[in-house]
């Protein structure tokens, strides 16, 4: 039984990684969940999965919460103090890290420095300290096993890989709601960018995803995750969205990570790794698909992109 602390639960990867929870039982059980402010969907989720601590970030709600929560036996924790307690919980053999932005650092960090094994969707983080995460959790003997479906397919294809036989890491984008599409992004609307044709995602990465400012920051994460330099980094827009990732050895040959969109996938595999769990979702029907098509990124109409290697 892997026992689990899901931070960030409210938002998108943190629902999908009590989805994933609620579908293996015997294997997967959470002691402590943490939200900024969600608290409705906090108290239905700690009713569901009886945790043994929920953190509460805003400390406004901590009170209302604790009266909830209290009769059901869970301790609840708020602030950065809580979200360091329930990121270094003695009993917890993995941290999910499914939170939005900057805050996420520090409680990363403790959870590294604890040794934790660390599987993390929160690309902030790792964009401002990779070096520093990558190099406590060579002190603490921490495990950072990524969930973005990118990075998540390439640790998959260099697992087992001596570093100086790997060429090149391709990240692959699906180009977002606006590729290939002749559009004034000057009159682009807030709800137009976030109808993005492939992901279901929270609304910053969405957003993010419309102007490739999220495949910039993924370059800056691979680097850090990976040990790789800039030159070894690739970026190709895959519009079926099936390659998640691809890498090339010095020999020229290529191994790719293939799989539907849905985020329950690389979820799944960062909570079960190392082993691999059967699940219900819906097979890749390679037949179906037909056509794989890959372009080179419009670095003049979408200039985030560059940003992410210039930084």
């Not at 490739?212 to 079926?240: D, W």
């Amino acid at each position: 039984m892997v026992k689990i602390s899901v931070i960030g639960s409210t938002g998108s990867i943190g629902v999908n990684t009590l989805r994933v929870v609620q579908a293996h039982p015997r294997d997967l059980s959470v002691v402590a969940l943490a939200a900024r402010r969600n608290t409705e969907l906090l108290i239905q989720q700690a009713k569901k999965f009886r945790p043994k601590w929920v953190c509460i970030f805003d400390s406004e709600h901590a009170l209302w919460l604790e009266k909830k929560l209290k009769p059901l036996g869970i301790h609840v924790v708020t602030g950065e103090e809580g979200l360091r307690v329930v990121s270094t919980l003695p009993e917890v053999d993995k941290v999910v890290f499914a939170m939005v932005g900057a805050a996420g650092l520090k409680p990363i960090l403790a959870a590294v420095q604890a040794g934790k094994t660390v599987a993390i969707a929160n690309k902030e983080p790792l964009v401002m300290a990779g070096e520093l995460l990558l190099e406590e959790a060579g002190r603490s003997k921490a495990k950072l096993i990524p969930i973005d479906s990118e990075h998540s397919g390439l640790w998959q294809c260099l697992e087992g890989r001596a570093k100086e036989t790997v060429k090149t890491l391709v990240l692959t984008s699906s180009g977002g709601p606006f590729f290939g599409r002749s559009v004034d992004f000057r009159k682009v609307t807030f709800r137009q960018a976030l109808n993005h044709p492939r992901w279901k995602m929270g609304p910053k990465i969405t957003i993010d995803s419309a102007t490739l400012m999220n495949k910039g920051l993924e370059v800056i994460e691979a680097c850090h995750l990976f040990g790789v330099s800039l030159s070894q980094i690739e970026v190709v827009i895959h519009p079926e969205a099936v390659v998640h990732a691809l890498v090339e050895f010095i020999d020229g040959s290529h191994l790719a990570q293939l799989g539907i969109t849905d985020m329950r996938l690389p979820i799944q595999y960062a909570l079960s790794y190392p082993a691999r769990f059967e699940n219900s979702l819906p097979n890749l029907n390679l037949a179906k698909i037909g056509t794989f098509r890959f372009f080179k990124p419009e670095k003049n109409r979408f200039p985030c992109l560059e940003l992410g290697y210039e930084a």
